[in-house]
């Protein structure tokens, strides 16, 4: 059983040949009232590494490696054959090496653990600790609820695993670091968390209506660090129409910004505005409601609500982007804001679009 912990701890993560970029946050990501500038990401070269390479040669004589993960997200962690999609085949070739170099079947054990079902799958994971019946190996726990698994004792100190080393590339190096609290870990991510990327916000622009309103190339405007919020609300203001002549802004009119209320909160993240920050202790003081807290909020609650330019859909959880999809693939809007999984849904859209942060 120490053999397969190890296992737990390094197989899955370090058995991915992938490209690691890096990046880091620059003190210019200030914000002043509405002009602020979120500068462009410093990146390092790409890093090729062959993981299973540096890994210890073990034989675990046909063992299952069981991932308890939500139904739904089992293709992070297994898939059956290679489909021709480039992820599912990479997550298949991946598992297939790992299976064959240490003779151990690495199989998803899905439950139901979206947000209303939460209980459902923080009592799995209870009951099996527990009751210490090693059911499960590795657990990809949705953080959103699952993080007090971790403070409860539920979850083994990563730094305390061996054969993990958390500062290597292929680990999330700013998640490491913000949830090292008393020299404990118990969450990681990386390169293995299709989740963690596709849970990622950006702009959505539609290409076409671009060059309709001679909105100039988005990208050099990323790159020369003008992505700001008054930039977005300049172009967005030229993109907007009352379609029907109804009267009456609705879904079914034209603007220069579809948002949804999940999307908002990243602008916290992206005008480096922290929730909390490590003080001389190590431990966290909450640092919400600064001055610079209430200057973004005016500055964006002003944009999204001061005008017709913006489409804000405000749905019930699970639902974020029940309008603001179909909106923006339609043509009815410039940008939409949303997690890069969206694009799964933009496959189908006649228009060309980009992606900016």
């Not at 293709?75 to 790992?98: C, F, Q």
């Not at 007090?148 to 958390?166: A, H, K, S, V």
């Amino acid at each position: 059983m120490k053999n397969l912990i190890r296992l737990v701890s390094s197989l899955l993560a370090a058995a991915i040949i992938a490209s690691v970029v890096s990046s880091c946050a620059s003190d210019a990501n200030k914000i002043s009232g509405s002009t602020d500038t979120v500068s462009p990401a410093d990146t390092t070269d790409e890093i090729t590494i062959s993981y299973l390479d540096t890994l210890m040669p073990t034989d675990f004589g046909g063992a299952d490696f069981n991932v308890l993960c939500r139904v739904g997200k089992e293709y992070e962690i297994w898939i059956e054959n290679e489909t021709g999609e480039v992820v599912e085949d990479a997550v298949y070739k991946r598992n297939s090496l790992v299976d064959e170099k240490y003779n151990v079947n690495v199989k998803a054990v899905a439950v139901p653990g979206g947000w209303d079902e939460q209980a459902t799958f923080m009592n799995t994971v209870k009951k099996s600790v527990q009751a210490d019946d090693r059911a499960y190996d590795l657990v990809a726990v949705y953080l959103a609820y699952g993080a007090t698994l971790g403070i409860d004792g539920f979850f083994r100190n990563l730094y305390d695993l061996e054969g993990l080393d958390p500062s290597s590339p292929w680990w999330a190096k700013g998640f490491v670091d913000n949830n090292t609290v008393n020299n404990c870990l118990f969450f990681i991510a990386g390169d293995l968390s299709l989740t963690m990327w596709e849970s990622m916000y950006g702009f959505f622009f539609n290409k076409v209506l671009a060059g309709d309103y001679n909105i100039d190339n988005l990208y050099s405007v990323v790159n020369e660090g003008a992505w700001t919020i008054a930039k977005l609300d300049e172009f967005a203001k030229r993109v907007s129409g009352d379609v029907n002549g109804d009267g009456k802004y609705t879904d079914a009119d034209l603007y220069g910004y579809a948002a949804n209320n999940h999307s908002i909160r990243a602008y916290i993240t992206s005008c480096d505005v922290p929730i909390a920050t490590r003080n001389s202790t190590g431990y966290y003081d909450l640092v919400y409601g600064t001055d610079k807290v209430m200057t973004l909020y005016d500055t964006v609650y002003s944009m999204l609500y001061d005008g017709n330019h913006i489409f804000v859909n405000n749905p019930t959880c699970g639902d974020e982007y029940r309008d603001v999809v179909p909106m923006f693939m339609d043509n009815r809007a410039l940008f939409m804001s949303g997690s890069l999984d969206t694009t799964k849904k933009l496959r189908e859209m006649e228009a060309d679009f980009g992606i900016i942060p």
